[in-house]
């Protein structure tokens, strides 16, 4: 059937969307740190389906393994070294939609097309914005996917994957506490010390830590304590080359979170990329669902919609550090 309005296609709301989509997730993770960073370095994985994120832990070496000489009885225990972390997939939407009296007070596919991709911009900015708050936070929302404060717990303590940390230590990530087991809260002159005694920890699993996001309290002090060592000319790195506020640390860039986009205060995440990771559903990357008109509404609505979580598979070399 041709469209009332000539200059108005019926399909217009969702090739507008189409028109921006195809880049509008990876845009969107470039604007936060720790998904730009894991973006970088292959990390952010879609999956083809489940019920479930699984993924398969090697928690344990194969405790056969024995010296003998002749014909010595070998070791024939059975060996549990295998287990999984398990994380549930959490379900994101957000709607862009236009009614029948904007259709045609923005007469002409031109101006159309200008209203709707503005609306569709502003999606894009409303996802990024509460996307980037939902990835640094605890998790304990309805429907929020795991954030860092629940992925890298301030004291090893909690549920992470379906394995208790109490139970098991190899669900528990690093952490160093200043005030705790520095005897001292944190301070300029005391962050780079602290920043080494957790590094020590990580290097004890062959971390390779590649940015450690910092709020404003901890990237304030480790300005003060290192800003009078840097070159004036320092290259910057991958992340600095985003446009983030950086510094170097060993291998690793300290990048600016500002607390308000929910970072703990005096907090350091530290990230290993090899074992964190961002997986979602493949056809559920901020995609784009079928065009509805509203039954009871002169309106039509679309909805772009991801699907997955943040996902850890060995928390011995993920870190945090704060003032606990």
């Given at each position: 059937?041709?469209?009332?309005?000539?200059?108005?296609?019926?399909?217009?709301?969702?090739?507008?969307?189409?028109?921006?989509?195809?880049?509008?997730?990876?845009?969107?993770?470039?604007?936060?740190?720790?998904?730009a960073l894991l973006e970088m370095e292959g990390?952010?994985?879609?999956?083809?389906?489940?019920?479930?994120?699984?993924?398969?832990?090697?928690?344990?070496?194969?405790?056969?393994?024995?010296?003998?000489?002749?014909?010595?009885?070998?070791?024939?225990?059975?060996?549990?070294?295998?287990?999984?972390?398990?994380?549930?997939?959490?379900?994101?939407?957000?709607?862009?939609?236009?009614?029948?009296?904007?259709?045609?007070?923005?007469?002409?596919?031109?101006?159309?097309?200008?209203?709707?991709?503005?609306?569709?911009?502003?999606?894009?900015?409303?996802?990024?914005?509460?996307?980037?708050?939902?990835?640094?936070?605890?998790?304990?929302?309805?429907?929020?996917?795991?954030?860092?404060?629940?992925?890298?717990?301030?004291?090893?303590?909690?549920?992470?994957?379906?394995?208790?940390?109490?139970?098991?230590?190899?669900?528990?990530?690093?952490?160093?506490?200043?005030?705790?087991?520095?005897?001292?809260?944190?301070?300029?002159?005391?962050?780079?010390?602290?920043?080494?005694?957790?590094?020590?920890?990580?290097?004890?699993?062959?971390?390779?830590?590649?940015?450690?996001?910092?709020?404003?309290?901890?990237?304030?002090?480790?300005?003060?304590?290192?800003?009078?060592?840097?070159?004036?000319?320092?290259?910057?790195?991958?992340?600095?080359?985003?446009?983030?506020?950086?510094?170097?640390?060993?291998?690793?860039?300290?990048?600016?979170?500002?607390?308000a986009s929910g970072m703990p205060t005096a907090?350091?995440?530290?990230?290993?990329?090899?074992?964190?990771?961002?997986?979602?559903?493949?056809?559920?990357?901020?995609?784009?669902?079928?065009?509805?008109?509203?039954?009871?509404?002169?309106?039509?609505?679309?909805?772009?919609?991801?699907?997955?979580?943040l996902t850890a598979k060995n928390f011995r070399?993920?870190?945090?550090?704060?003032?606990?």
């Amino acid at each position: 059937m041709t469209s009332p309005n000539a200059n108005f296609q019926g399909d217009l709301l969702a090739t507008t969307i189409q028109m921006l989509e195809d880049d509008i997730f990876d845009n969107i993770l470039r604007k936060n740190a720790t998904t730009a960073l894991l973006e970088m370095e292959g990390s952010v994985v879609g999956i083809d389906g489940g019920i479930s994120i699984a993924i398969p832990i090697m928690y344990a070496e194969n405790g056969s393994y024995k010296r003998y000489s002749g014909a010595e009885q070998l070791n024939t225990s059975s060996n549990e070294t295998f287990s999984v972390f398990q994380y549930e997939p959490k379900q994101i939407a957000i709607n862009t939609q236009i009614n029948g009296r904007e259709k045609y007070q923005n007469m002409g596919r031109s101006q159309n097309r200008d209203l709707l991709k503005s609306r569709v911009t502003n999606a894009k900015y409303t996802f990024e914005n509460n996307f980037n708050i939902d990835l640094l936070s605890d998790g304990l929302l309805p429907n929020q996917i795991n954030g860092l404060q629940q992925l890298i717990s301030d004291n090893g303590s909690g549920t992470v994957g379906g394995v208790s940390r109490t139970t098991f230590s190899f669900a528990k990530n690093q952490f160093y506490r200043a005030t705790t087991d520095g005897g001292v809260a944190l301070s300029a002159s005391n962050i780079v010390t602290y920043m080494d005694q957790l590094d020590v920890l990580l290097q004890t699993w062959k971390a390779k830590t590649k940015a450690i996001i910092s709020d404003n309290t901890s990237f304030v002090y480790y300005e003060s304590a290192v800003h009078p060592l840097q070159r004036i000319n320092q290259e910057k790195g991958a992340l600095g080359k985003l446009g983030f506020r950086t510094y170097q640390y060993k291998d690793a860039e300290v990048v600016f979170e500002p607390n308000a986009s929910g970072m703990p205060t005096a907090t350091q995440y530290w990230i290993d990329p090899e074992v964190l990771e961002l997986r979602y559903y493949v056809g559920r990357k901020l995609n784009q669902l079928p065009t509805r008109n509203s039954f009871n509404q002169d309106a039509e609505i679309s909805y772009l919609a991801w699907m997955g979580n943040l996902t850890a598979k060995n928390f011995r070399r993920l870190g945090v550090l704060n003032n606990d």
